[in-house]
């Protein structure tokens, strides 16, 4: 799930203006359009391109920024600080995301912390440019660009990478959005696989053409080639070459506008086309006249007009008049009326498919001539419709059935398509390897056929799988494949699709203020195009990271705008997602009630076996809520049936949070049965980063000595790195722990991690109102116990303070 609003471009992995929050780039000494040469490799500053010999390396904006800011300052040493500041637009970066960033610099030029040939390390300042390197004009010899990344799929995959708590479901209802919507549709980067071969389509961004729903002037049974005919002249032009917008992007831009010229200025405000074109139909007789005038942005307008024996006859002959200025002139005759009938057939049905009456689509199917009904054609329909429906058993045996009849010898791309679609459903269905499988083959077949949108979904479905699987930096080179083949096909909301799912990687890279003002954009994008179902997803993400942040105020905020849109989200995923992280945001602004209430209703919707994963994510974050209202019977209960359904295969994080409120709630019911879960949970989550941490954290509770905690404490502060939601959980458990062994200036080190955040976040205002009644402290102590009961809500205040609550009075 990632929506542009400024769009990448093909030059480049990331543009500047994919990153809101920072500032735009000046570096010095290069020209616009000059590369700095250095060993086998050069770097295009003002495309944002880094390539090795004549291969492009996909990097992350953060590395590339680093890489491109050192080798204009080469001149001199870069102070850490300046550096940081140049990248990341603040200076509270952790060292350890600051030596992440310079080693995957040292690795994308070929360098290594070792030899130090090309990135120095200065130490205790910063870091130099030390490559011998030389400023080359854009026209300069050997300088190789090829078209569209590669093909073969990452290898080497590594076996974690970094999880996060509550947003696991945002990774998933991306993932859902993106291989749902239309039926449409890492950590190792690979920068040593060649580009594969440029697409047939050549158009760049800005050179495609759209082809807007045709005026009918007819009687009401012909509504239906309103969007037909639009989106058989769209098939004809794309058939030889002409890069056009997918006629269901069109669908999207234009629903409620007022009329045709309203229609046009969406149409030109969302994408950057070379032209329009605004075809019209009649009866004549017994004749039809289909009139199509092709209007270019420079308002230039041609205007082609022919007649036929049927619409489908006169929209044929319309398309190769406009193929004829478009300077792709085809010979031949039309079809013949075996053709007409079957053409007839698959606009009427993406008609209806494209207005969303997906039973109407399909009725038209089963209303069919048999000859016409089992044609592939016309199968491959019914399964986009079955996908679209969320009917993914019946869309996979179709398929299945149909790749048997369609060969890969004899329809390649046919073949490919229903790979595609496969991969989908597989996706959907949480059978990752198969969706692999398909995703791979799917790929293979489509790279060089000059099918660039089919390719790009390919791409961004195995960057999808990629992201699930927690390959955050191949999700990323797959998503940026994706959109090079997307921006040839011309398709402006798919792009943005893949600002949604690159920024929702972001997150689960631990980078949630990164992500969040794209998803923010993305969002209005998508409710601005009424795409209900992509508008709650990005609204997900955003409740989030606001949770990553300890923003619940905010989280709340974009809570109740999808709470607005519930009744037009009709996927079950998506809808279960959002309520989900409803209830997430609802519980951190202590309003219980109204969580338990999305949550109850969220878990009688999914009983096993519709989705026993959304049930048990419900029942982790009820586990939770149980806890903190001092019901650790229940709590235990809940959170052992979470940990048990949530296998650990996408979803580490959501398990690691239940397995953690299991050993917290056993540890007052039974304390050796919650140190034999905290031993279990150590051993699963030893090799996933925050699972570890809170597999620390529930070690540390369980402890039967200070000295074992305090270790447990340390070691789970040490692995946050710096993420805000991770450290406040560590801190706050390790404040209070501190606080009640009397060890008070240890406390205060610990709390003062979270400080800042006892403005919004209840747990931390608690500490700090135990420490500043443990330091004596009477006016603060006062002051935080009211702050904490502002924020509390319907959460209780511990015992303990509400025994020295009259002292605050």
């Known amino acids: 799930m990632r929506t542009t609003i400024a769009f990448a471009s093909v030059a480049g992995f990331v543009t500047v203006e994919a990153l809101p929050a920072r500032q735009p780039r000046r570096y010095a000494g290069v020209m616009t359009r000059t590369f700095l040469r250095f060993g086998d490799g050069h770097i295009d500053v003002a495309a944002r391109e880094l390539w090795r010999g004549d291969r492009r390396i996909d990097l992350p904006p953060t590395v590339f920024d680093c890489i491109a800011y050192l080798a204009t300052h080469r001149d001199r040493a870069v102070g850490r600080d300046e550096l940081v500041a140049a990248v990341w637009g603040k200076t509270a970066v952790s060292d350890t995301m600051l030596g992440k960033a310079i080693l995957a610099s040292r690795r994308a030029t070929g360098d290594t912390a070792g030899a130090q040939a090309i990135l120095r390390t200065v130490p205790r300042y910063g870091y130099r440019w030390v490559a011998p390197t030389d400023e080359v004009a854009a026209d300069a010899p050997a300088m190789v660009v090829a078209a569209v990344p590669t093909t073969a799929p990452p290898a080497g995959r590594p076996a974690t990478a970094p999880q996060r708590r509550r947003t696991a479901l945002a990774v998933l209802a991306a993932a859902v959005v993106a291989a749902l919507a239309t039926g449409w549709f890492g950590a190792r980067q690979a920068p040593e696989t060649a580009p594969p071969r440029a697409e047939a389509t050549t158009a760049g961004r800005g050179d495609a053409i759209a082809v807007l729903p045709a005026e009918v002037l007819a009687g009401s049974d012909d509504d239906w ?137 399909r009725t038209l199917v089963e209303q069919a001539p048999p000859a016409l009904r089992d044609l592939p054609e016309v199968r491959e329909r019914v399964i986009r419709i079955d996908l679209r429906a969320g009917r993914f058993d019946a869309a996979r045996a179709a398929i299945a059935a149909l790749l048997a009849r369609v060969s890969v010898e004899s329809e390649p791309v046919m073949h ?247 050993a917290r709630a056993l540890q007052v019911t039974d304390a050796g049965a919650a140190r034999e879960q905290a031993s279990a949970f150590a051993a699963w989550a030893k090799d996933i980063d925050d699972p570890r941490v809170r597999a620390d954290l529930a070690r540390a509770a369980t402890a039967d000595d200070a000295a074992t905690a305090t270790a447990a404490f340390e070691a789970a502060l040490a692995g946050v790195d710096g993420r805000s939601e991770l450290v406040a959980e560590a801190a706050v458990a390790y404040g209070n722990a501190l606080v009640a062994q009397g060890r008070l200036d240890a406390a205060a080190i610990v709390a003062g991690r979270v400080a800042r955040a006892a403005g919004q976040d209840f747990d931390c205002a608690l500490l700090q109102a135990r420490l500043y009644h443990a330091l004596g402290q009477d006016a603060a102590w006062r002051g935080a116990l009211a702050h904490a009961r502002e924020l509390a809500g319907e959460r209780p205040i511990p015992q303990a303070l509400q025994r020295l609550a009259p002292a605050a009075e």
């Open 225 to 361: 080639l309103r969007l037909g005919l639009m989106d058989l002249i769209a098939t004809r032009l794309r058939a030889r070459g002409v890069a056009v917008m997918p006629s269901d992007s069109v669908v999207r831009v234009v629903a409620g506008s007022q009329g045709r010229d309203d229609a046009q200025r969406r149409l030109s405000g969302a994408a950057a086309v070379r032209s329009l074109v605004l075809p019209a139909v009649r009866r004549s007789g017994k004749d039809w006249v289909v009139r199509a005038e092709l209007v270019d942005v420079g308002g230039a307008r041609r205007t082609v007009q022919v007649e036929g024996e049927s619409p489908i006859t006169a929209t044929d002959r319309a398309a190769r008049r406009l193929l004829a200025l478009l300077g792709h002139a085809q010979a031949g005759d039309a079809p013949a009326d075996t053709d007409i009938g079957l053409t007839e057939l698959l606009q009427r049905t993406d008609a209806a498919r494209l207005a969303d009456n997906l039973e109407l689509a």
């Open 416 to 662: 490919a398509r229903l790979l595609e679609n496969l991969c989908v459903a597989e996706l959907r269905s949480g059978r990752l390897a198969q969706a692999r499988h398909a995703c791979d083959e799917a790929i293979g077949l489509l790279d060089g056929r000059g099918e660039p949108i089919a390719l790009g979904r390919a791409y961004n479905d195995r960057g999808i799988l990629e992201a699930r699987e927690g390959h955050a930096d191949a999700a990323l080179a797959d998503f940026s494949r994706s959109r090079v083949a997307i921006t040839l096909g011309g398709d402006p909301l798919l792009l943005a699709q893949l600002d949604g799912n690159e920024s929702t990687v972001q997150m689960t890279h631990g980078r949630p203020a990164e992500a969040l003002p794209t998803l923010v954009r993305a969002g209005e994008t998508f409710r601005r195009f009424g795409m209900a179902h992509e508008y709650v997803t990005s609204l997900v993400n955003q409740i989030g990271s606001h949770l990553q942040l300890l923003q619940p105020l905010d989280a709340l905020e974009a809570s109740d705008a999808g709470w607005a849109e519930r009744a037009r989200v009709t996927d079950p995923q998506v809808r279960s997602a959002f309520e989900a992280a409803r209830a997430d945001a609802l519980a951190a602004n202590g309003r219980i009630a109204e969580a338990r209430s999305v949550l109850d209703a969220l878990i009688q919707r999914t009983a096993p076996p519709a989705d026993p994963g959304q049930a048990a994510r419900a029942r982790a974050i009820e586990a939770r809520l149980d806890l903190a209202l001092g019901d650790a019977g229940t709590a235990a209960v809940l959170a052992r049936a979470a940990v048990g359904a949530l296998d650990g295969n996408g979803d580490e994080a959501d398990r690691a949070d239940a397995w953690l409120t299991l």
